[in-house]
């Protein structure tokens, strides 16, 4: 059983940064892609960004492009995501998950696919 947990959240005014930690349990880390995602109060899960188990391939969604960040560390079992200009609409939980199988770009968007995920770390940006 993977066990991930979040950390870094909390309250920052609009314009500023986060970054975000995943840290991951298990020996097998560098084999899972490993995504992010988002969800406000009342609205759908929402694709934030992916990485490839190497690191090598990183996807967004169009809304955090230019924006976030995404990177890993593979010997140190853990996941970021730095996210700058953050503004009101960023605010939401964020969720890390792992996929160990469904690794290619239209499954990593989908987050259907994935097999592991942490508790979240609530984000909330201040006008």
């Known amino acids: 059983q993977v066990q991930l947990v979040e950390s870094g959240g909390g309250l920052v005014q609009a314009g500023g940064s986060l970054r975000l930690s995943c840290a991951a349990s298990g020996r097998t880390f560098n084999s899972y892609a490993m995504g992010w995602f988002r969800q406000a109060p009342g609205k759908e899960r929402e694709f934030v960004a992916a990485i490839s188990a190497s690191g090598g391939f990183t996807y967004y969604g169009d809304s955090v492009k230019g924006r976030f960040t995404i990177s890993r560390d593979n010997a140190k079992n853990t996941m970021y995501l730095q996210m700058n200009s953050l503004n009101p609409e960023d605010t939401a939980v964020y969720y890390c998950?792992?996929?160990?199988?469904?690794?290619?770009?239209?499954?990593?968007?989908?987050?259907?696919?994935?097999?592991?995920w942490g508790q979240g770390t609530q984000v909330t940006v201040s006008s």
């Open positions: 998950a792992a996929n160990r199988v469904n690794t290619g770009l239209g499954y990593l968007r989908n987050y259907g696919t994935y097999d592991y």
